[in-house]
DNA sequence: GATTGACACCTTGTGTATAATTTAGCAAGG
DNA sequence: CCTTGCTAAATTATACACAAGGTGTCAATC
């Protein structure tokens, strides 16, 4: 009896973590392993293994698999375990349709309710991505800044938690792949057309001009997963 | 250590459940207890009374919780427990914005897919809807089916899921009110409206009308909501 | 070669201990 | 006398160790 507590005071005393703050954004550093690819799509997650890497035990572990379901990222079968979730091209497709939907819903509104500061600042970032074309890790960082400015402020908080959701689970993919030429110049031009859109305060231009930044994306993105698809079957024939 | 096993073993000799067949379902059971009103709106869900009432402890709870959560249905606090998300006026509204968009995006696929069983089906569906007004239990399972039919073989599963989640959540407050006698007349002539313009293909007309179908169902939730509000102020002032 | 049985792994549920929060009761000050 | 602050106890969430059942795999036998 006594023995279980003198083990879990020791462990507090070593300086680990109790566990109780971990246990509030386990589902944050699984996340972060997965959309950083370190741990693969489809792979197996079990909840010992996952326990053990994080310092915990397996119970929080379940809970934030649990909760990642709802999240979309992972996906429980009962009495087989959670999965890493394998992203098909449909799936890709489909989420991409439903970002072509909302996402020239959300701009509509910043295009009648923007600051001139938040215009400046959306001038300033994009050339800020025009000049450092060659660093990624930063490029999805000054894109993702440049969508918080257009979806922070608006009232439609449940929209822009699910464009945010989406993006989180689509960033799984789209930071495994390499951005083509073409893209970049189309994605240079489209965030620059939609900040013109916006400057005019031309709701219609700016929503046609994004629907078609989100169609663009899907497309470059799907052409990216056959490419690797192709690749992938050459070297293991 | 003996008498734990034996109290066990007792239990499944009882008859009770070993409760690996009821994990599966508890979020049903819980999210079936919220939207059909047992657990009101805002009120904590504490894991201990959960756990006495489905008859489990208190894990499968937990976990079931962080399902709910994941589905919208539920909110968690860290230490601080879980609670019915209340549903305010602003979150219905955002709600339906959205599902403004999804529902004529869906509809489009259906116009030009439908089979003519599939038509006959929403017909008769729609006859037996307007012939039992009076009984509110059916209407809403009868509503449930002619969505269905419509939204169910769509390639874009992800969007019918949301769509699914999100009449979930609404159904929550729906259930609760009446529908007035204006709504009852929209209701039948949108739907009516709807399978018109299947039946003539029209894409955009049935987009159009299922647009104002959303709005209006929209609308007339919130005049409820309204009207409960100022009764509830009238009562206890 | 196919089927069946056994074994190992893993998920799932339970009980208990610990840590946090909330609430109440009480005291001191306005 | 009421209000405000703190302290302690009850309440509740959280984490951990354990037990049991299900799933998949591998080998042996028909």
Redesign the interface.
């Given at each position: 009896m006594g023995g279980r507590a003198v083990r879990i005071v020791k462990r507090v005393q070593d300086g680990e973590s109790t566990g109780?703050d971990r246990?509030?954004c386990l589902h944050d550093l699984i996340r972060e392993d997965i959309v950083e690819g370190r741990l693969e799509p489809g792979a197996r997650l079990k909840t010992a293994e996952l326990a053990k890497r994080y310092g915990t035990s397996t119970?929080p572990v379940?809970?934030?698999l649990?909760?990642?379901?709802?999240?979309g990222i992972v996906i429980i079968s009962?009495n087989r375990g959670a999965r890493v979730r394998p992203i098909s091209e449909?799936?890709v497709r489909?989420?991409y349709?439903?970002r072509a939907?909302?996402e020239p819903?959300l701009v509509r509104w910043f295009v009648n309710y923007a600051t001139d500061r938040e215009i400046e600042a959306l001038e300033i970032l994009q050339r800020d991505i025009d000049e450092n074309r060659s660093d990624y890790q930063w490029y999805w960082q000054a894109n993702e800044q440049f969508h918080n400015i257009i979806y922070g402020r608006h009232?439609?908080?449940?929209?822009v938690e699910?464009e945010f959701q989406q993006r989180k689970v689509l960033h799984i993919l789209t930071r495994r792949y390499a951005i083509s030429r073409a893209r970049w110049q189309a994605i240079t031009r489209e965030h620059w057309d939609i900040i013109e859109a916006i400057k005019r305060h031309d709701a219609d231009e700016a929503a046609r001009v994004m629907e078609q930044h989100v169609r663009g994306a899907c497309q470059h993105l799907i052409e990216q997963m056959r490419a690797a698809s192709v690749n992938k079957a050459l070297h293991r024939p």
């Open positions: 109780q246990g509030q119970n379940r809970e934030a649990h909760h990642l379901q709802g999240e009962p449909d799936f489909n989420i349709e439903i939907l909302i819903y009232y439609n908080q449940e929209a699910l």
